[in-house]
């Protein structure tokens, strides 16, 4: 081997090269890891009105850990995202010492049931709200189902300027709801938004101008539907005669 000098310059050159290239390597390492890049400016951008600066500024705090180069931005977004109201986030470096921090708010449309709230995606999650909501109660899994079927209602009652504050969905996929916190109306699971618009179009003429309140209407009949009048007597015929028992006035679209 040593009475081979073009094998010993093949040699050197390896070794000279591998040489070198620890050398970089062991640079690299230095400069990555260097106090040097520090990030030293964090953005946050996006529409925030239930996020507070405080909530923002313990993570940057506690969770935002690391150089420019070594700050691990999938941990960093997820530590965003435990904030309640948090729905994404989205994370980047600018060189040479800036994070910026996009977060996406969760739009709340109702409450779920006794606890929780429901976006306008129709997803759940947990946070605080004093906001005056409409509530669901649906199986589980069908919360975007219902946040449909809450925004198609709440059009469809519009012409009569009556609103949904509560919705229910049977299992068996059969719709209620509750009017202005006061009037439950029985929608039924087949033909749902026909039966709600057939009941919008007679209420200017029908329901709207009855004498005296009522709070339950039944929409599952195939042409028009049952009221029910809690003050309702019928007027006997003479004095001597017995008084009828109170029945559900049904009205004709």
Partial sequence: MWDKPQLLLWLANLLTALALLLLFYSLLFLTVHSPLFPVKRIKVDGNLEHITREQLQYIVKNEVKGTFFTLDLDKTRQAFEKLPWVRKVEV?????????????EHRAIAR??????????GERFDAASGEELPVLEGPEGTEKEMVDGLVALTAALQPIGRKPTHVWLSDRRAWRMQLDKQLIVEIGRDSARERVARFVNAYSHSLARLQQPFEYVDLRYPNGFAVRLPDYRPEAANASAPVARPKPVRASA
Avoid at 112 to 121: E, I, P
């Fill in 92 to 104: 980047r470096r600018r060189w040479p010492d800036k994070l910026e921090v996009n977060i996406e």
């Fill in 112 to 121: 779920w049931g006794a606890a929780g709230l429901v976006n306008v995606h």
